[in-house]
């Protein structure tokens, strides 16, 4: 077999090599949460999606308040899944259970946040939305709480607060004015009923295609 005859061939295995990955990963990312994904997240237990906007609450913190509301058009329900400030989460890859992650609204570029401040309603941990322009500080960061290799987008799932070590949770207790009828959302010390969220809506991002592309979030 000639030199030519022998490049030509294993040309080909590399790109059978490369097709057979690419048919992987599309299977894989059809599947998955990943990085750079625009998603609403259910509470299972109480039917309502993940909600924020610029509305302060009026103790506690005094930052933008994190509610659930039972509407699944509002647009001030999407959030976008980023890495960890200072660690590499590249668009397109799958969310590894436990791994560390921001939680940014879409609309104000606020991260979901909590920190030692009571919640309003229930007397929980407080959960807001913190910082600007997807830059606010360590209490941003959320642990992905589920039993298999990586995020599956049917699994319903926990999010831990790294720093507190509280639960993202829903008991059911309503505001009045300004938000009249949105469910507090806050932090709770256990694993329960109350703290599973489930992928709804979304915008999935892929991984590219070009092996030069290294975004990161």
């Not at 599309?26 to 509305?55: A, E, F, P, Q, W």
């Not at 809506?201 to 030069?212: A, H, L, M, N, R």
Request: proline share 4%; net charge negative.
């Amino acid at each position: 077999m000639g030199p030519l005859r022998v490049l030509s061939v294993f040309l080909g295995l590399i790109l059978v090599c490369f097709m057979c990955a690419q048919c992987g990963a599309s299977d894989l990312d059809s599947s998955y949460v990943t990085c750079g994904s625009l998603i609403k997240l259910m509470n299972t237990r109480h039917s309502v999606r993940l909600h924020s906007h610029d509305v302060k609450y009026g103790s506690g913190s005094g930052q933008q308040s994190v509610t659930g509301v039972d509407s699944a058009e509002d647009a001030n329900s999407y959030w976008r899944i980023r890495g960890k400030p200072d660690s590499v989460c590249q668009r397109g890859v799958p969310v590894r259970c436990g791994e560390a992650i921001r939680i940014t609204h879409m609309k104000t570029g606020r991260n979901l946040h909590s920190h030692h401040f009571s919640s309003p309603l229930s007397n929980h941990q407080e959960v807001s939305a913190f910082g600007e322009n997807g830059e606010g500080d360590d209490l941003d960061v959320w642990s992905v709480q589920c039993s298999t290799t990586y995020w599956e987008r049917e699994d319903a799932v926990r999010f831990k607060h790294v720093g507190t070590e509280v639960f993202l949770s829903v008991t059911g207790e309503q505001f009045g004015h300004p938000i009249r009828g949105q469910r507090e959302v806050h932090g709770m010390p256990s694993p329960n009923n109350h703290n599973y969220w489930k992928v709804m809506e979304g915008v999935f991002i892929q991984p590219s295609s070009d092996p030069f592309n290294h975004d990161e979030l």
